[in-house]
């Protein structure tokens, strides 16, 4: 079984700062990882993904994340947050095989303050 | 691409009716299917996960005969929430995936659909 912790509820960031939003899985198998963003009212959008190769993954908007396996983390990062980044970030972990359900952390609400 | 609609965006129904929320893929077959739901402020939570031409396969805790999700095609699954209570209302999100890669050659990432908010009366 997997599961993902996001330590960080709320992540309240200054317009044009750096940011990191910080997520640590568990698994006895391999996984793939994901970053997904929620707007309000509205469904998940994937930001990026790791499946494999480089543990270096990027959005086009500007988002990073890193696969660290040893850590078991996927923070995602991003150098310089603009108003409209204010969501929620979501990490989920998959099986590489098998059923390919998600497991998801419980979120990241990051507001972006002018 | 990878384009996946809900139909409703959102319903209000009464207490003791059934609600029908549509989920599809637009412009991909989608193998698999998952319905989410998701409270106020919180994760979402796999309710099932749904195979085009099979029974859908219920997380624990779910009751399968008042959920009913049918897959009938590779671009159609249906949600049926059947005599609905106030304590079903909530944010129901699918997802789909092209598994076998017929579309989509990354078939392990999921599609999400926009969401169905439903209010029951």
């Known amino acids: 079984a997997q599961s993902v912790t996001q330590l960080d509820s709320q992540v309240p960031v200054f317009e044009e700062a750096p940011v990191e939003l910080r997520c640590n899985y568990s698994?006895?198998?391999?996984?793939?990882l994901f970053w997904y963003v929620q707007y309000p009212n509205q469904g998940l959008q994937l930001l990026l993904k790791?499946?494999?190769?480089?543990?270096l993954v990027e959005s086009i908007n500007g988002f990073e994340a890193e696969f660290n396996k040893s850590q078991t983390s996927f923070h995602l990062r991003k150098p310089s947050v603009h108003i409209s980044d204010t969501a929620e970030y979501f990490c989920?972990?998959?099986?590489?095989?098998?059923?390919?359900?998600?497991?998801f952390g419980t979120g990241t609400r990051l507001k972006v303050l002018a | 691409g990878a384009v996946v609609s809900q139909h409703p965006s959102w319903v209000i129904c009464k207490s003791g009716t059934s609600v029908k929320i549509e989920c599809r893929s637009l412009?991909?077959?989608?193998?698999?299917m998952f319905w989410y739901r998701q409270f106020p402020k919180q994760s979402l939570m796999l309710m099932a996960t749904?195979?085009?031409?099979?029974?859908?396969?219920?997380e624990q805790g779910v009751e399968k005969d008042k959920f009913l999700i049918n897959h009938a095609s590779l671009t159609l699954s249906t949600l049926t929430v059947t005599s609905a209570h106030p304590e079903d209302s909530s944010f129901y999100i699918c997802?789909?995936?092209?598994?076998?890669?017929?579309?989509?050659?990354?078939?392990?990432?999921?599609?999400f659909g926009p969401g169905t908010r439903l209010t029951v009366l």
């Open positions: 997802s789909a995936s092209d598994e076998r890669g017929i579309d989509i050659w990354d078939g392990d990432t999921q599609y």
């Open positions: 989920a972990v998959s099986a590489t095989s098998g059923t390919y359900k998600y497991i």
């Open positions: 412009d991909f077959q989608a193998t698999t």
């Open positions: 698994s006895s198998v391999s996984v793939y």
């Open positions: 790791y499946l494999s190769g480089s543990t």
């Open positions: 749904s195979n085009e031409g099979s029974k859908a396969t219920y």
